[in-house]
């Protein structure tokens, strides 16, 4: 048995190899699959904002539409905007590669698996950290993917976001201590200077959503299980003292 065991244990050792962790993100979250009404308005911005280029090709409208309880005739009137595509499809784009790599330099990728690849973090830091930058062909850089090819459609969501300097108390990113004020300065703080549609805690609120969405989408049948699992351990818990007074029962005449 305990030959077993350290078989078992050494076999998975590659595995544990290879589960690099990732580098920390500047901002964090923690998805919440059971907030509904997040994740519907997760999905109204993806369409809205991201569909343009990104696909879900491993999900489909019907799908999120049954999880998260949005009618038919809502999806098809607000959320399906080509006449080729159908309740039943793949959330496809319109967009052809070879036009995106000429427009962008490279395809936007498919993130229907991108959260379980990054993780919730990553994605909703990159969606915090786009920053005006002149010196870049689109006008616009990212705190977290540098010299990103993605232009920031959510400008208009977040108001003017640049990399401004500033001096503070506290220790801030990349800062260093100024012996003869005693402040921390620093030139890689990112400041709102023109105020978009949305306040800066309804923007963070709105890319919460957001990324709170593509988690779902990459494991849209972890709320069946989340909704499956109590059901489980209730009958192994029934079944367990069922089997334990079939034994007692059976065992009895022997000892």
């Not at 369409?47 to 019907?62: I, K, T, W």
């Not at 098809?76 to 784009?93: C, G, K, P, T, W």
């Not at 990212?142 to 990399?163: K, R």
């Not at 300065?185 to 709105?206: H, K, N, W, Y």
Request: with cysteine; glycine share 6%; net charge negative.
């Amino acid at each position: 048995m305990k030959k077993q065991l350290f078989a078992l244990l050494f076999a998975l050792v590659p595995f544990a190899a290879m589960a690099a962790p990732l580098p920390d993100m500047p901002h964090s979250m923690t998805p919440d699959l059971s907030d509904t009404a997040s994740l519907q308005r997760g999905k109204q911005l993806y369409v809205n904002y991201c569909m343009g280029c990104h696909s879900l090709e491993h999900h489909r409208f019907a799908r999120s539409a049954a999880d998260l309880g949005i009618p038919q005739d809502l999806i098809e009137e607000n959320l399906i905007f080509s006449s080729e595509l159908a309740f039943n499809d793949q959330m496809h784009v319109a967009m052809q590669p070879g036009d995106s790599e000429n427009w962008f330099g490279v395809a936007p990728p498919d993130l229907t698996l991108f959260s379980r690849l990054r993780g919730a973090d990553y994605i909703y830091s990159y969606l915090l950290g786009f920053y005006r930058d002149p010196s870049q062909p689109l006008g616009v850089n990212n705190t977290v993917l540098e010299a990103s090819a993605m232009p920031n459609v959510l400008e208009p969501l977040q108001g003017v976001q640049e990399m401004v300097c500033s001096e503070s108390d506290r220790p801030l990113p990349g800062a260093e201590l100024d012996p003869l004020t005693g402040k921390y300065q620093s030139c890689e703080v990112l400041q709102i200077t023109r105020p978009g549609s949305m306040e800066p805690d309804e923007f963070e609120e709105a890319m919460y959503d957001l990324t709170n969405f593509l988690v779902y989408v990459g494991e849209p049948s972890k709320l069946q299980a989340q909704a499956l699992a109590p059901k489980v351990l209730i009958f192994i818990f029934i079944f367990g003292v069922i089997a334990y007074l079939l034994k007692r029962e059976y065992w009895r005449d022997i000892h």
